[in-house]
C-alpha cells in the first residue's frame, strides 16, 4: 500500500528535502507552503516520481488549516506521516531588546501553527489505528544561549508538546517523534537575520554543518521504523558542534 506522507514548510530546506526524499521512496505527498511558486515547481519535479498535491497555506491560520486538511482529496486524505516542519527564528537580540512581532511570529509558527496541523490531523490517525507525526524541534530547546530566547521557548514548546502527545496516543498504534537539529545551513539564518546574507553565511564560513539532506535521511528513516518502534526524541548535531549552540568548531583556512 502506498503511504501518504503532508510535509509542512516544503518550499525550502529541511521541508523540501523531505518531500525529495520521501517522493523517491516511493509516498504520495501533500507539501505545504506560504510561497505559491516555489510550491509548484517543487511539485511538478516531485510529480515525475510520485503523486502530489500541493495546499498553499500559513500555518499559522487556524481556520485555513482545518479547511485545508479536511478538504484533501481522495488518496491524500488519510496521510500516514505528518512532518511538522515549518517554523523560524526571527532576530537574536537580548530579551530587553527584542521586537514583539518577531516573538509573536515564532510562537504563532512555532507552536499554534503545529498545533493547528496535529489537531487537524491527529483523529484520523487515531481512528486508523496508525500515523507518525513528527515534529521537528531544535536543540534550542534543549540549550540556551544569548538572543535564543523566543525562539529556544518555542522549541522547547515542541518538545514537551511531543511528549505528551506521546503519552495521549499511547496505545492507538499513533507514533510521535521530536527531532531536534543542531547547527545546519538552511534559509534559516537568512530568515533570521531578515535578509543579510553576509550575516547569514558569515556564521558557516569554516564549519562542517549540517545539510538539508541530511535531515531528510533522518526524518525517511524515523517514518520508516517498524510499527513497534518509537523514537520518542533524536537530537542531532554536526561533528563540528558539541552540546552547546555555542560550541562550533571553526576550521583554521
Known sequence: MTKTAIITGATSGFGQSCAEKFAKDGYRLVIVGRRKERLEALASDLSKTTEVHTLVLDVRERQSVFDAFYELPEGFNEPDILVNNAGLALGLEPAHQANLDDWEDMIDTNCKGLMYCTRALLPGMVERKRGHIIN???MAG???YPGGNCYGASKA????FSRNLRSDVHGTG???TNLEPGFAKTEFSLVRFKGDEDRADSLYDDT???KPEDIGDIILWLANTPPNVNV?????MPTCQS???LSIHKEES
Open 136 to 138: 521537528v524541534g531544535s
Open 157 to 160: 514548546f515542541v518538545q514537551q
Open 243 to 245: 552540546w552547546s549552540p
Open 142 to 144: 534543549n540549550w540556551p
Open 208 to 210: 562542517q554543518y549540517l
Open 232 to 236: 520518542n526524541t533524536l537530537e542531532v
Open 174 to 176: 499513533v507514533k510521535v
